[in-house]
């Protein structure tokens, strides 16, 4: 399971959707989010599912990488459906069955609708971390929010903390996996049982685990000390990044079913 987790984890690749300026990926994603929120209907998910579908083709990115990083949110995903089936009102599904009497289409729609908008949601905003490096990422994203430095908002310390993150998960997701290795060979159990002794079976690999998340952040820390680090000020950037005809002709299409989805929302 632990390998199955793709979320913030970095593709490389010479797509065009790897080659886009990096503040343009988070600006559209941005956009992306704000449209399925304005989804009312299925018309709605079918233009942002099939946006959705070139971005994959485009980016190379295997199908089943994209499915991996669902895979783990699956039992999200279940949760929600089966709440949202409770809230739905309309004609009964089997109005001849009196127990399954309160199962009605409008639970069933609502809970489609959920699990719809989960999965575009999961799958269209993991394409920013699987076609952009951390670096790039947390550079853009730095960028982007440099005006807030007027209300001293200390931009650059927020985005190295973000970049020290999100590099740290691809490691943290190995410690995992060999604590977890190391702890079955010790005769551990974390798969059978309620789910209190499950938890409680974590205990062996949550501390390990955090001691040695501390560790590595304080051999970090003294390894920036060493280096005389003293944050932005004065800092010179190594690629200065530049919008280019592909940016705009993304900005474009997104920008298209964006107006789409309000007017699908308004005429149907």
Known sequence: ???????????????????????????????????????????????????????????????????????????????????????????????????????????????????IRIVLLITGTSFMTYTTSPVMLTDALERLISPLRYIKVPVHELAMMM?????????????????TNAQKARGADFETGNIIRRAKALIPILIPLIVSAFRRAEELADAMECRCYNGGDGRTRYKIYSFSLRDYIAAFIVLAVFVSIILINVFI
């Open 163 to 179: 970049t020290i993150a999100m590099r740290f998960i691809p490691t943290l997701t190995d410690e995992t996996e060999k604590i």
């Open 1 to 115: 399971m632990i390998k199955d987790i793709t979320i913030g984890q970095y593709f490389p690749g010479d797509s065009v959707i790897h080659k886009m300026d990096p503040r343009m990926k988070i600006i559209l994603t941005v956009v992306y989010i704000a449209a399925l929120f304005m989804v009312k209907n299925f018309w709605g998910f079918l233009l942002t599912g099939g946006l959705l579908i070139v971005i994959i083709l485009i980016s190379k990115i295997p199908v089943q990488t994209v499915l991996k990083g669902i895979k783990p949110l699956l039992f999200i995903i279940v949760f929600t459906a089966f709440f949202n089936i409770f809230y739905g009102t309309g004609a009964p599904v089997f109005p001849d069955i009196g127990w399954l009497a309160w199962l009605k289409w409008g639970g069933l729609r609502n809970a489609a609708f959920m699990v």
